[in-house]
């Protein structure tokens, strides 16, 4: 039977302290989803570079337009990429407010300006630049979408609570975010995955309490006191290892993301089982007023 290679100098190691690779990339890609801010989005960056080219071999009038239809046209590819971002996490979380910029609709409008102005310097008219702008524009909008014009699992909801919701998770995902960057600059894949594994848990909690804003409190302190702490840590290792690789200071570090991953782990199992205690109440209350009311009902009929 083919046995794994490992080792003490392979890339997950023999470390009987920390986990390998292949178990903390089963955490890390838990809930993944490929990004939808690549490929035809590239393109748009690179559609427009002709028009540099064809600036520089006119005159100054037509060098202007040109420039300023590239910059539209860029303008609006970097819109749309951060548009798509924007709704791939607006899509990702169960409570979410609209974004507050339509990204995506400005691209559309940027597209078709762009579109506009190189035809204006190609031909000089007016109703051709203005066809290449409308259908720019639409064409820009059936392809990539609208962006998000609502919020969303807002009903029934405290508009106070879930908005201390959001910001919760908004800062979270800040510290998640600094956590991935600072982590990319030491270079270890064990790290990363590692990192990853932790963050998958810290999003099981964010899901958690966006299911029940009641459940803020609680968890209030993981999200923010322990959080930012191990945004700090996250920073000051790969700080540490950028002057001086220290193996011991790596290891106290993934250890450090091991408690922490434990911990947030419990925490969320905690709130669940609160959240199920509820719904057990709730439902003993409502049979309670129900037989009073000389209704009887079986117990699948609550569950």
């Known amino acids: 039977m083919a046995q794994r290679f490992g080792g003490k100098y392979s890339p997950s190691g023999d470390e009987p302290s920390q986990p390998s690779a292949h178990d903390a990339r089963q955490g890390s890609f838990r809930g993944a989803r490929r990004t939808r801010a690549g490929g035809r989005v590239n393109l748009l960056f690179f559609a427009p570079l002709p028009l540099a080219a064809r600036a520089f071999g006119s005159g100054p009038i037509d060098l202007a337009f040109n420039l300023a239809a590239l910059g539209a046209l860029l303008l609006a590819a970097w819109l749309t990429r951060h548009g798509i971002l924007a709704q791939e996490a607006y899509e990702a979380r169960k409570i979410a407010r609209r974004p507050a910029f339509p990204r995506k609709i400005a691209a559309s409008l940027f597209t078709g300006l762009g579109l506009a102005l190189a035809g204006f310097a190609s031909n000089g008219g007016l109703i051709e630049p203005l066809i290449y702008g409308v259908l720019g524009t639409v ?165």
């Open 139 to 303: 064409l820009h909008s059936m392809a990539f979408g609208l962006d998000p014009l609502k919020d969303k699992g807002l009903e029934g909801i405290d508009t106070f609570q879930s908005d201390r919701v959001a910001r919760i998770v908004d800062k979270a995902e800040t510290y998640l975010g600094a956590m991935s960057t600072a982590i990319a600059r030491v270079g270890d894949r064990q790290a990363e995955a590692r990192l990853e594994r932790f963050q998958a848990s810290v999003r099981d909690m964010l899901r958690t309490v966006e299911d029940d804003p009641r459940d803020l409190t609680a968890a209030r302190k993981y999200l923010s006191v322990y959080l930012m702490g191990a945004r700090d840590a996250t920073v000051k290792f790969a700080d540490l290892h950028a002057r001086a690789p220290n193996p011991a200071a790596r290891d106290s570090y993934l250890n450090l993301l091991s408690d922490l991953e434990e911990n947030f782990t419990a925490k969320t199992r905690a709130l669940m089982v609160d959240n199920t205690t509820d719904l057990d109440i709730e439902i003993s209350v409502l049979r309670d007023r129900l037989a009073r009311e000389g209704v009887q009902l079986e117990t699948k009929d609550l569950v």
